[in-house]
Structure formats: structure tokens, C-alpha cells
């Protein structure tokens, strides 16, 4: 082949040929799988070699500018293999997707495809998982690792110009295994495979390795402050992103050549081994972790265009910052400002500092404003960064700047919106019924009643983790089943939330009772409201329970029990009583009687107490006293209970006769008496 195009060429022909076999080649490769929305394109090799594997490119990247239009993030034609992942099972690298003959990944295992690249969900919709993304799913054993990849909205854009990069690991076996991750991205700008990568303060030109807390929120690449082609920008660390453990940043050929480890080139340029072209790479690593049967972890970063705000001039300027953040009452996290200063001149740049100027509502979280850079050849390019922090104090559209001065330039200046928005602003309203009826049979009505709150989300942001408590005073308690704590997941801006309980009036204490409400989410601040209900004095009672009930007269051949109890309801400043019980005595015989919780006191019996006289169909003046330890406030005590003994089939009423009820003040006390109903039955039972 090589010897014919040597002939074509020295007949002139060689230039025809060589864009007419490149059109013959891009016209027969397969369109693979893709998807783009205005700003980026994501393409994925379709396999079956290197299946999974993709790439992205900017369709009209950056709105404000034309130039970085059509151009490469991750380099990839329509079959992307250069960018891939790696999925360490139980210590041993398996490549993810299909078999390679190319160098990234070559001769590592590789699983099995039991889902071949395909689109799924609507193009058109907003959020996930209804809107488009290419899906891919590949077995390692016990392993199934599921691709998804998406559009987002970059932190620092505000639109859905990144990539979104997911995946989800799920042990589908009986044991558990150790399960890592390593993606590896083959970033590309443009034409410019070599361009430097900035984090925070750092220009990235040699091999590095950032682990834990030096992982960047984002990093940056671009070629040129004063007329670039394409900003790109992965961001690590944000709502729905996993932080990777460590980040390795070296030359392409290293990370294809090695599926995991190899031994790092610290402060080697980018240069691939036995080349002379630069090449830039990023890996993301998270380290290998046990996973249980079932169970299925989740890994998530974004990659796409970066949103920095540009100045040209002699000292070009460009300022980047997340777009939008969120101010919280509490836990509030810093964010990254990054300025960028180019020399775009032809001049060394003497005595260069970089000024930041925030507006009120933001703070620096620490350092100074002013960064000084010192001297900055022709075509160098140097960078600050500082972490802020929201006030409170202001919010909405705020405006940030960036200033830099030099003793021999121009100095320049650049301008950034970013939006602060509110927090969660959690308003509460609790209704109750105004106050409880007491119906004529001694009830309260309604009762059980409800206890209604209508929480509404009145700040920008979204609230997470949204609780609300009820509490209750002495004198009301949650029916069962009924929770105090109602939590919901989110709670959007503007959203209005009406939750409700189901609460009983005990009888004591009465009076206006309060019903108090508390919530707090995420971010905001706590809130409480209260709702007043109030609860009359009910009559004391005194009850036979249960007030009616049937029973054989023989159980296993023998007279049946029947236990009879005597209440008090409610019990106030329960000092003593004495009760007469009457009954038809040719239906029921008593045994004995045992004093209730009344007579009690932390397991002591109190006396004087009286098991009554019994005299034929009666037991007289049961009871006693507490002496000095009445019983204050108890919506209802057991103040005897009646053993009796069927005797013979019929019906019978049980009646009370009290003769005294004493308060702690011995003052007699009205009451009322609810009497009993006993039916003996000549069936046997057999238990």
C-alpha cells in the first residue's frame, strides 16, 4: 500500500487519494450511538470491539463564542476507543465493554456484554431518568456494571453542556466481592491533544497525582485566555457527583498501557513513552470496596464545556466560579473562584497581582483578595483561587470581579455573575378543631381528632431531608400506628406539603392544650408552629369493663371465670373511693377481688384497702385510700377487679353503687356510674 501511494504521489495524485479513501472510510464506518443537544455530542462505540467505549465533542458549545463550535472534548471518531474504564473485581482489572486489538486496554480481560450500547429514555425531556441517555451493561462473574451516559447542567454553565458519566456496580451474587473503578479520559481540545489542566491554583503541565482532600472540586483545560477554541472542564464534587478517591493526570500512553496501576511518572510531561507528541489524560479512580449480595453502588463525575468569563487584552483575564450556589443557615460549604492571567502581549508582564472583589452577600472563607504572580513571560499564563462563602446577607444575581495589575502593562479587568440563591424557606401553618365537645354518654367528640400542617417551601432551593415533629402536650397522645416524625426525601421550591395525625384527648389535664409543630431540612433554618385546642373536663366515670360480654356457663367441665373490672375515668387528684357492687346472684358467683393500680404505689400496696362485705347478690364498700400519695392525673386506673364464677345460664346486670370519691383535698367529687352486662350461656367451651 505504502509503495502505491509513493507512485500516486509522484504522479501529483497522492493529496486525491489519500481524502477520497478518508471520505470511502468515514462513510462505511458505522454511525455507532449518539446523542447531542445543543451544546455537546456524545458518541459511544456500538462494538462489538470496545463496546461502551466513547467520546465527546461540542456541537455549539459556548453560546457567547462561535470558535468552539464542532470541536473535540474526548477524542473519539465514530468508533471512540482511547477513553475507557476499568473495573477491578476481587483484584484482578477487567476492561469494561467488548475486546480490544488497540493499545488502550490491550491484552486486559474483559467481561461479558449483556447490553450492547442503545438509547434510551425521551431526547426532549428535562431531567433523568426520562431524558435520553446511552445505556451499556457488561457482566464480570458475580458483577454487573450498567454505563449511563447523559447531558447535565454544568455547575459552572448552568446548562446541559457535560457529559454526565454514571455507573452502577451490582453484586448478583451469593458473596461478597471487592469492586473498583477507574475511568480514564483522553481529553482532547480541538486540535490541541496537550494542553495544560488547571485545578484550583495549579497549572498542570507535568504527571501528578491528587488524592483525597487535594481532589479538586473541577479542573479547567483551555489553549489560549485571549482567543481560545474550546474551555473544557470535569467537575468531581457536587450534588448527584461520587468524589473520585484520587485523580492521576499524565500522558495518554501510560493509562492505555496500564488497565490499574503502573509506576508513576512524577513530573514527567505529557509526552507518550518513545514519542514527541503531548497528550494529556485524566484518571479517576475509586478505590476497590466491598460489596454485599444485592447490593449496588453508584459512581458519577461530569465532563464538558468549562464556563469561564474572559477579558483579552495585553494581561488577558479570565474568571471562573460555579454559576449558582446555594446559601445555607448551616454546614455552608466554600466554593472555588479561579482567575486565569495570560500575557498576551509581547512584553514581560513585572509585578502582576490579581484582585478579587466580592460584593456584599459573599466572603472570602480564608486567605487574602489580593494574589501576587510576579513576573509572567510573554504567552505565560499563571492562576489564583480563592474559596468563598455566602453571607446570607444578599442574594440572587450578585456580581463578582477580577482585577490585574501590572508595574509595566495595562491593567485588565473582568466581570462574572453568579447566583446566590436562598435556602430552603420553610413556612408551617397547624390547624386543630377549636375545642372538643363532651357528648351525653361522657365522650369527647371527635376523638380521635385530626391535627393538620401545610408546610410550603418558600426559598430558592431545594430542600433535602424535610422533617416534621409533633409534639404533644400531657394530655394528648398519637393513636396507634400514628408516627410524630413524617420526613420527606425533597421538598422543591414552591412546593406545599399537607401532612396530618390522628391525636386522642386523654381527659387529663384539660384546658387550652398546645399542639406544637417543628420542621428543619437541609440548609434551612428550623421553624416551629403551634395550634391551640381545648379540651373540657369530663365527669369522672366509674366503669365496669368490659361493659358487656358473653360467656359459656361450663369450660372444660367446670364453671367458667369471669373477670369483672371496675375503672376510674379519668382519675384527678384520685385520693380514694368506696364502690358497692351488685349482681344476680343465681347467674354469677364471686370468688375473690384483687385491688387495681389504683391501691399501688411503685409496687407497694396502700392501705387502709377493703375487699367490701359481701352479702347475698352484693360486695359492699370496696376500696380505700392513698393517704398521702393521690394519684393526680391518670386518664384512666383499675381500682378493683371481680372474680366471678358462672353458676348458671342467664343474664345479669352489674351495677355500682359508689358511695365516696375523694380528691386530694378529701373534698367529695360528682361522678357517674356505667354499669355492666353479663350473659352466661349453656354451651361448653373446650379450650
Not at 473535540?72 to 477513553?83: A, D, F, H, K, Q
Not at 466554600?334 to 472583589?357: H, K, M, Q, W
Not at 365527669?539 to 369450660?555: D, G, L
Not at 367529687?669 to 350461656?681: I, K, L, M, N, Y
Request: proline fraction near 7%; aromatic fraction near 6%.
Amino acid at each position: 500500500m505504502r509503495a502505491i501511494l509513493l507512485i500516486l504521489a509522484s504522479a501529483g495524485l497522492f493529496t486525491l487519494l489519500l481524502i477520497a479513501c478518508q471520505a470511502g472510510e468515514l462513510a462505511s464506518a458505522p454511525a455507532g450511538v449518539a446523542i447531542s443537544n445543543e451544546f455537546v455530542r456524545i458518541r459511544v462505540n456500538p462494538g462489538p470491539q470496545e463496546a461502551g467505549r466513547f467520546a465527546v465533542d461540542t456541537t455549539g458549545g459556548d453560546p457567547s463564542r462561535t470558535s468552539d463550535d464542532n470541536r473535540v472534548l474526548i477524542y473519539g471518531s465514530r468508533e471512540p476507543w482511547t477513553s475507557y474504564t476499568t473495573v477491578m473485581v476481587d483484584g484482578k482489572p477487567f476492561v469494561f465493554g467488548g475486546p480490544t486489538s488497540r493499545r488502550a486496554g490491550l491484552g486486559a480481560s474483559v467481561g461479558e456484554v449483556v447490553q450492547p450500547p442503545r438509547v434510551e429514555g425521551d431526547a426532549t425531556a428535562e431531567r433523568s431518568p426520562a431524558a435520553s441517555q446511552v445505556v451499556c451493561a457488561v457482566r464480570f462473574g458475580d458483577v454487573e456494571v450498567t454505563q449511563q451516559l447523559g447531558f447535565s447542567r454544568s455547575p459552572t454553565t448552568r446548562v446541559k453542556d457535560a457529559a454526565q458519566i454514571i455507573y452502577q456496580i451490582t453484586n448478583r451474587g451469593q458473596s461478597p466481592h471487592s469492586v473498583g473503578l477507574r475511568t480514564v479520559l483522553d481529553t482532547m481540545l480541538g486540535a490541541n491533544d496537550g494542553a495544560p489542566l488547571r485545578a484550583g491554583d495549579k497549572a498542570i503541565t507535568t504527571a501528578i497525582r491528587l488524592v483525597g482532600q487535594d481532589v479538586p472540586d473541577y479542573w479547567q483545560a483551555f489553549d489560549s485566555l485571549s482567543q481560545p477554541a474550546v474551555i473544557s472542564q470535569g467537575t468531581l464534587r457536587g450534588e448527584g457527583l461520587t468524589a473520585p478517591e484520587r485523580v492521576e493526570m499524565v500522558d495518554w500512553g501510560t493509562l492505555a498501557d496500564s488497565p490499574w496501576e503502573f509506576p508513576f511518572p512524577e513530573g514527567a510531561d505529557f509526552t507518550r513513552r518513545g514519542e514527541q507528541e503531548q497528550d494529556t489524560a485524566v484518571a479517576l479512580y475509586w478505590d476497590p470496596r466491598p460489596l454485599n449480595p444485592g447490593e449496588t453502588r453508584t459512581y458519577a463525575t461530569l465532563y464538558g464545556v468549562g464556563g469561564v468569563s474572559l477579558s483579552p487584552a495585553q494581561l488577558s483575564l479570565g474568571l471562573t466560579a460555579p454559576a449558582e450556589v446555594d446559601y445555607q443557615y448551616e454546614d455552608m460549604k466554600p466554593f472555588l473562584i479561579v482567575a486565569y492571567v495570560e500575557n498576551s502581549g509581547g512584553f514581560e508582564s513585572r509585578g502582576t497581582a490579581c484582585a478579587l472583589d466580592l460584593p456584599r452577600g459573599l466572603k472570602l472563607a480564608e486567605g487574602e483578595a489580593k494574589a501576587r504572580l510576579g513576573l509572567l513571560k510573554p504567552g505565560e499564563t499563571k492562576q489564583a483561587s480563592w474559596k468563598a462563602l455566602p453571607t446570607g446577607e444578599a442574594g440572587g444575581s450578585l456580581k463578582i470581579a477580577a482585577s490585574v495589575t501590572s508595574d509595566n502593562l495595562e491593567p485588565n479587568r473582568v466581570v462574572r455573575e453568579i447566583v446566590v440563591n436562598s435556602p430552603p424557606r420553610i413556612s408551617l401553618a397547624v390547624t386543630t378543631p377549636y375545642r372538643l365537645q363532651v357528648t351525653e354518654d361522657n365522650r369527647y367528640s371527635p376523638n380521635p381528632f385530626e391535627v393538620k400542617v401545610v408546610a410550603t417551601n418558600r426559598g430558592a432551593q431545594v430542600g433535602r431531608n424535610l422533617v416534621i415533629t409533633l409534639q404533644l402536650p400531657e394530655g394528648l397522645q398519637l393513636e396507634r400506628g400514628e408516627s410524630a416524625i413524617l420526613v420527606r426525601e425533597r421538598f422543591e421550591p414552591g412546593q406545599t406539603e399537607t401532612l396530618s395525625w390522628w391525636v386522642r384527648a386523654l381527659g387529663l389535664p384539660t384546658g387550652d392544650l398546645a399542639v406544637k409543630v417543628k420542621a428543619a431540612a437541609a440548609g434551612a433554618k428550623s421553624v416551629e408552629a403551634t395550634s391551640a385546642i381545648s379540651v373540657p373536663e369530663l365527669t369522672p366515670e366509674f366503669r365496669v369493663y368490659p361493659q358487656r360480654q358473653t360467656v359459656p356457663a361450663i369450660t372444660d367441665g367446670k364453671p367458667t371465670l369471669i373477670p369483672i373490672a371496675v375503672k376510674l375515668a379519668p382519675a384527678r387528684q384520685f385520693l380514694g373511693c368506696r364502690v358497692t357492687v351488685s349482681y344476680d346472684s343465681a347467674v354469677l358467683e364471686p370468688l375473690y377481688v384483687s385491688r387495681g393500680e389504683a391501691f399501688v404505689d411503685a409496687g407497694r400496696l396502700l392501705s387502709p384497702w377493703s375487699e367490701g362485705r359481701r352479702e347475698e347478690g352484693r360486695i359492699i364498700e370496696i376500696g380505700g385510700e392513698r393517704q398521702a400519695a393521690p394519684l393526680l392525673n391518670a386518664p384512666e386506673t383499675t381500682l378493683f377487679t371481680i372474680v366471678f364464677l358462672a353458676r348458671s345460664a342467664g343474664e345479669t346486670e352489674v351495677m355500682l353503687e359508689p358511695t365516696s370519691l375523694l380528691s386530694s383535698d378529701r373534698a367529695e367529687v360528682p361522678f357517674r356510674v356505667v354499669a355492666g352486662h353479663v350473659t352466661v350461656q349453656t354451651t361448653e367451651v373446650s379450650q
